[in-house]
T-cell receptor
Framework: AQKVTQAQTEISVVEKEDVTLDCVYE???????LFWYKQPPSGELVFLIR??????QNEISGRYSWNFQKSTSSFNFTITASQVVDSAVYFC?????????????????FGKGTKLSVIP | ETGVTQTPRHLVMGMTNKKSLKCEQH?????MYWYKQSAKKPLELMFV???????ENNSVPSRFSPECPNSSHLFLHLHTLQPEDSALYLC?????????????FGDGTRLSIL
């Protein structure tokens, strides 16, 4: 069975500080995808990034960067120079394709989320 | 504007009521999903529809009944719900039912069972 752990339930930072959100995952599969989603107070989840298990290159997108470490099963997310608009709940997720049709084929596991508050 | 619209935004119902949640996507996607988000629990995938056909029912109780009349609309019919069903119900869509694709989510319906 797969599992996603976001150990940080809530984090508060002052604006312009850097912050790293941790994500640790467990799976026996060698082929999988990892995601980060942002959920602002309005409710909808917004897709941020997808990474497949064969691509360990780190990625940077503006103030956002992601560090994928297969050796430690981690996919951490860093926000540089945080802003108030970054305040949201951030979810890490792991997807697998079960391979057969029918119930249980869709393996999409989310972590419990980390609530980030950026204080002005 | 996310391209996925859910109505109503909030719903309060008694345990004996029957109500429906509606989701509409304007993205031309072929797959739609229902999720349940409860406090302090991970997001739970409930149902997956691909081209109006249900392809996943993730052990969801029968008091939740999905319906997908076309690839743009998805309903979740509710009846005889329990207090533990109070949660945020999120709808999502993706180009096809490949679970490895990013999904586009609606704002959710906040459901409260009295």
């Amino acid at each position: 069975a797969q599992k996603v752990t976001q150990a940080q339930t809530e984090i508060s930072v002052v604006e312009k500080e850097d912050v790293t959100l941790d994500c640790v995952y467990e799976t026996r599969d060698t082929t999988y995808y990892l995601f980060w989603y942002k959920q602002p107070p309005s409710g909808e989840l917004v897709f941020l990034i997808r990474r497949n298990s064969f691509d360990e290159q780190n990625e940077i997108s503006g103030r956002y960067s992601w560090n994928f470490q297969k050796s430690t099963s981690s996919f951490n997310f860093t926000i540089t120079a945080s802003q108030v608009v970054d305040s949201a709940v951030y979810f890490c997720a792991l997807s697998l394709w079960g391979g057969d049709s029918g119930a249980g084929s869709y393996q999409l596991t989310f972590g419990k989320g980390t609530k980030l508050s950026v204080i002005p | 504007e996310t391209g996925v619209t859910q109505t109503p935004r909030h719903l309060v119902m008694g345990m004996t009521n029957k109500k429906s949640l509606k989701c509409e996507q304007h993205l031309g996607h072929n797959a739609m999903y229902w999720y349940k988000q409860s406090a302090k629990k991970p997001l739970e995938l409930m149902f997956v529809y691909s081209l109006e056909e249900r392809v996943e029912n993730n052990s969801v109780p029968s008091r939740f009944s999905p319906e997908c009349p076309n690839s743009s609309h998805l309903f979740l019919h509710l009846h005889t719900l329990q207090p533990e069903d109070s949660a945020l119900y999120l709808c999502a869509s993706s180009p096809n039912s490949d679970i490895n694709q990013p999904q586009h989510f609606g704002d959710g319906t906040r459901l409260s069972i009295l």
